[in-house]
């Protein structure tokens, strides 16, 4: 593989994972962050966009164009939280076929106690953020889409997992 994209809702372990990575592998693949273009505000995309989903589905596929340019160059790590569909599309749009998806999920409580109590972000370990866990969980069900279950494995092992995949 060329491009691995990793997904998944707040907690599952994204940017620790891709952090990790970068750190081990920096001389074989770029890392990349959806959130290093800043995220603009609920209400800031509703008013250019119309929804927080069509932003991120407008963001996802503007990821990926610029990524299939750069994919010449290096294997590229990709992490943030997309809808797979959007990955999907984005992907399919800027012609990239080579590439592996892979979902970064854990248990509710694991994600609570990541977002809660690590992070200090108690109002994402909201029953919103454990919705939209499980309907990534779904998806990625329905369409044979990796997942890798960061509940209890280590993130050296995680990044083990992840680099396989190239």
């Not at 997904?7 to 970068?22: H, M, P, V």
């Not at 309907?135 to 396989?164: G, N, Q």
Request: aromatic share 8%.
């Amino acid at each position: 593989m060329t491009l691995v994209i990793l997904t998944g809702a707040s907690g599952s372990g994204k940017t620790t994972i891709a952090g990790e990575f970068s750190r081990r592998h920096s001389n074989f693949a770029e890392t990349c962050c959806f959130d290093s273009i800043g995220v603009p505000t609920p209400d800031a995309m509703i008013r250019e966009y119309g929804s927080g989903e069509e932003w991120q589905r407008v963001k996802t596929l503007d990821w990926l164009a610029k990524l299939s340019v750069r994919l010449a160059i290096s294997p590229i790590l990709f992490e943030g939280q997309m809808r797979l569909a959007f990955i999907r599309e984005g992907a399919k749009a800027a012609q990239i076929s080579d590439y592996a998806l892979v979902l970064l999920d854990c248990d509710d409580r694991t994600r609570r106690q990541r977002l809660a109590v690590e992070r200090r972000q108690a109002d994402l370990a909201s029953e919103e953020m454990m919705n939209w866990a499980r309907y990534l969980r779904d998806e990625a069900m329905a369409t044979d889409t990796k997942i890798l279950d960061t509940s209890s494995i280590s993130v050296s092992e995680a990044v083990d997992t992840v680099r396989r995949h190239f």
